[in-house]
């Protein structure tokens, strides 16, 4: 991988002025090279790693695993196309093993979740099975530790 995308995917704050020093060449060339790569698709877009159980500790995330059968024209893509569509849903993945599709959805409750999928995404003529899974705690998220447990001055987890 790029360094350029390598130090924005550890930090997409790091403005052109640090990443032009931290790559040894001028801003012009960092803005340049970072609006090819948005140009090319490479660079989707911006964002921030949120502890969602800081943020709302009733925020619930499930993982759901879906066996789907491919349509005849468009395989997979036309069934992900819907579900990436809905709102709560924040990645859907086509993946190998069991199930076809991974889809990562966030509500404000389990029942919420659990409503989700069973009027919405088992509703739909393809799915042929689910596989829901609720998130317990995230130690880590896209390269970014999210739970570093404080401990006192004896070593006991606060």
């Known amino acids: 991988m790029d360094t350029l995308l390598r130090l924005l995917k550890q930090n ?14 001028s801003e ?3 803005a340049e090279k970072m609006a090819e790569y948005e140009r090319q ?3 989707k877009g911006y964002t921030a790693i949120i502890d969602d159980s800081a943020a709302d500790p009733n ?17 997979f893509d036309e069934i992900a196309q819907e579900i990436a569509g809905y709102e709560q849903v924040e990645s859907v993945m ?24 069973s009027e919405r ?3 739909i003529d393809a799915v042929t099975a689910t596989a829901t899974h609720f998130r317990l705690k995230a130690y ?12 006192d001055e004896r070593g006991m987890v606060l």
């Open 59 to 75: 925020t619930v995330t499930a993982f759901i695993e879906l066996k789907v059968t491919p349509q005849s024209r468009s395989g």
């Open 94 to 117: 086509l993946m190998s093993g069991s199930y076809d599709v991974l889809v990562t959805v966030t509500g404000s409750n389990i029942r919420e979740v659990s409503l989700f999928v």
């Open 28 to 30: 012009a060339e960092v």
């Open 140 to 151: 880590k998220q896209n390269g970014v530790l999210i739970s570093a447990e404080e401990r």
């Open 12 to 25: 997409a704050r790091l403005t052109n002025a640090e990443l032009a020093v931290m790559l040894g060449i």
């Open 41 to 43: 698709g490479i660079i």
């Open 121 to 123: 995404l088992a509703a």
